[in-house]
């Protein structure tokens, strides 16, 4: 009905630049690439289920796609399915499948070049190499994909969101599991990204370089095989996320490198391997996060300076904050952590004695880490004990003075 | 050979000790539960009576408890029975009455709090353990006619187990840490039944620590249920080994 008013209109206007909308469904004569090729600036058009072998699409006019019943369009492991080069295109409710692999063009699932205010939604990505690659493209808008790859070999696989040199773009409320990096950013700024759910990346759930001034809320990297790993950045904000299950040898919560003047606020790490990793960092605020059941909690390299921790929860690790060298130009106050034995005397909630969270032993493991099988031994116990009682190897600075008596009621 | 074991068994049972034994493991156990919400937290306290209050006890109450009986023993050996079945009975009638007193000691609290599977490995482990020393208090009972150096002989026992083999360890890694360790360190530690005990337990509770920082070696040994069957079956061979010694040396040791 619709498409009868439109084209009724568009009889009675000849020349007018209203937008028509072109229909593809296995009724219609037209062909996918047909329609493409047919529509103008600001026309839309629609494809009504059926499966579409069309090899490589390519968009170079403002217009929209509207997927109806989930139209498949499939790149038989060859080709790169559906290209963008220009501003102003929706894409919607498609489901790619199998783009071909190729390391030197980077195929993906759908290439966005120079394609501005884009907006990318409700789409599926099946074993596609890339899922959705965005370069040059400012203002782009992606939202409720779904993207999933499922090869092991981590050569056969691409990234699933990636952007390189946007800004002012939205990543919102994807699902991404068993890409190489769930979410790839290189020189993209301004950018918020927000309720994504990475997990079961080979490589790492998120994984940015050069970009700043990003805000992350309440997304969810779980159980990806190097965990998160930021690089080269200032003024990240990162706030309500979940870290958890990043289990193995390298494998991070969140790796931070060389990044200063950010904020990580309110986060759970849960279950990592190492919860935060600090090379390089400086000027970060950590505040009410939760810290519960890593191996370690915080490892805090000294080439980091002026961090501070406050109010954030330490539960159950097996060692809170480890550390590589004597120099502390960090601060942690006010911070719950179990393994505090100090007493309150004056009632006030907050421990009498300073709690120094940089165990003997931890120091121990980072130099030899296959000691770490004498851990929770007798030996290693009354070790701890000689050196809480007389610090000689283990930083003296590195301690909270007021350590808090009960933990913070946190998310 | 079972009816000397129920004797020895059921006079276990009746003594004071053994008694005592349970009620302190029971009180305990129920003690932790109460002071501490948190199960992680008890379990880490359990951890801690398994691996020192457990050794100590079975080995100086076995060494004793054989020297006490020693002229139960003679008496047996004046009947036609061959000596291995008077030993093996005594050391069995033993484990078990200590076994037992652990389990229920530790177990019946644990039951009643609420247990996960890492609590009925705690109690498997600490069951365990309480073999292999007995075991070794019989060799050092074996070892020697008078009590008092028997005595000494499973105190040296626990505090090298316990305490000195692990610094040992450690001063080893220290000395050589610039090789690769991974497999020396397993094998280092599986000469030791509390270290064993004490790795089945970690694989329970600090599982993404042992993850991290190891190589593909130990990320396998760990990884998957490898892990917990090697170190339970090295302890069986620590139950076995000191007794069969001492076996042998009853057999031929004029009494």
């Given at each position: 009905m619709y498409f009868r008013t439109l084209l009724f209109l568009l009889i009675i206007f000849p020349g007018c630049t209203y937008a028509r909308v072109l229909e593809v469904s296995p009724a219609s004569r037209l062909s996918l690439a047909g329609a493409i090729g047919l529509a103008k600036n600001g026309d839309t058009v629609v494809v009504i289920g059926g499966r579409h072998r069309s090899g490589n699409l390519l968009i170079q006019k403002s217009m929209t796609l509207l997927g109806k019943n989930k139209p498949v369009l499939d790149g038989e492991g060859k080709y790169e399915i559906l290209t963008i080069q220009a501003a102003r295109v929706k894409v919607s409710g498609f489901r790619f499948e199998r783009s071909g692999r190729s390391n030197i063009d980077d195929y993906a699932g759908l290439k966005a070049q120079g394609a501005d205010f884009l907006e990318v939604s409700h789409n599926e990505f099946s074993e596609t190499f890339f899922g959705i690659h965005v370069s040059k493209s400012n203002f782009v808008h992606i939202h409720h994909n779904q993207l999933k790859a499922s090869s092991l070999l981590e050569y056969e696989l691409g990234n699933g969101i990636h952007l390189w040199k946007c800004h002012s773009a939205r990543i919102h409320r994807n699902r991404i599991e068993g890409h190489r990096d769930g979410i790839y950013f290189e020189f993209v700024t301004k950018t918020s990204i927000q309720s994504n759910y990475s997990y079961k990346n080979k490589r790492y759930g998120l994984h940015f370089m050069f970009s700043n001034d990003n805000s992350y809320r309440n997304n969810t990297f779980r159980n990806n095989g190097a965990g998160v790993a930021v690089m080269y950045t200032a003024r990240v904000h990162m706030e309500g996320n979940t870290f958890d299950q990043?289990?193995?040898?390298?494998?991070?919560g969140l790796l931070l490198k060389?990044?200063?003047?950010s904020e990580v606020l309110n986060n759970r790490f849960t279950g990592n391997t190492s919860g935060v990793y600090m090379e390089g960092t400086s000027r970060t605020r950590f505040e009410r996060n939760t810290f519960k059941n890593n191996g370690w909690a915080v490892q805090l390299?000294?080439?980091?300076?002026?961090n501070s921790f406050h109010r954030n929860n330490f539960i159950g690790n097996t060692f809170d904050i480890a550390t590589n060298g004597s120099l502390v130009l960090n601060t942690t106050d006010h911070n719950y952590w179990d393994k505090y034995q100090g007493y309150d005397l004056?009632?006030?909630?907050?421990?009498d004695i300073p709690f120094y969270p940089v165990s003997l032993f931890s120091m121990i493991v980072e130099r030899i880490p296959p000691a770490m099988l004498l851990w929770r031994s007798f030996m290693v116990f009354l070790l701890n004990r000689a050196e809480s009682v007389l610090p000689a190897i283990t930083p003296e600075d590195l301690k909270d003075h007021s350590p808090s008596m009960k933990p913070y009621d946190l998310r | 050979m079972l009816k000397i074991i129920r004797y020895i068994l059921l006079d276990l049972l009746r003594s004071r000790f053994t008694l005592f034994y349970t009620l302190l493991l029971f009180l305990s156990t129920v003690g932790l539960y109460q002071i501490d919400g948190d199960p992680g937290k008890v379990m880490l306290s359990l951890l801690n009576i398994l691996l020192m209050v457990v050794p100590l006890v079975s080995i100086v109450f076995s060494t004793i408890h054989f020297h006490n009986s020693y002229e139960f023993i003679e008496l047996m050996l004046s009947?036609?029975?061959p000596r291995s079945r008077v030993l093996f009975a005594e050391f069995f009638a033993t484990a078990l009455s200590l076994g037992l007193a652990f389990m229920v000691g530790i177990g019946v609290p644990m039951l009643l709090f609420g247990a996960g599977g890492g609590s009925l490995i705690l109690v498997g482990t600490g069951f365990l353990l309480t073999i292999v020393f007995v075991s070794l208090a019989f060799l050092a009972s074996v070892l020697t006619r008078d009590k008092a150096r028997a005595i000494g002989i499973a105190l040296l026992f626990w505090f090298y187990f316990s305490l000195i083999y692990d610094a040992f360890v450690l001063w080893l890694l220290y000395s050589f840490s610039d090789y690769p360790l991974d497999q020396p360190t397993l094998i280092l530690v599986s000469l030791n039944p509390i270290d064993l005990a004490r790795i089945v337990m970690m694989l329970q509770m600090d599982i993404s620590a042992l993850m991290g920082y190891t190589g593909a070696f130990f990320r396998n040994f760990f990884g998957s249920y490898q892990g917990i069957l090697f170190s339970l079956s090295a302890l069986l061979i620590w139950a076995v080994w000191p007794i069969a010694v001492a076996n042998r040396i009853f057999n031929k040791k004029d009494l």
């Open positions: 990043n289990w193995g040898a390298s494998s991070y060389d990044i200063r003047d390299q000294a080439s980091c300076d002026g004056n009632r006030d909630g907050t421990g | 009947q036609p029975v």
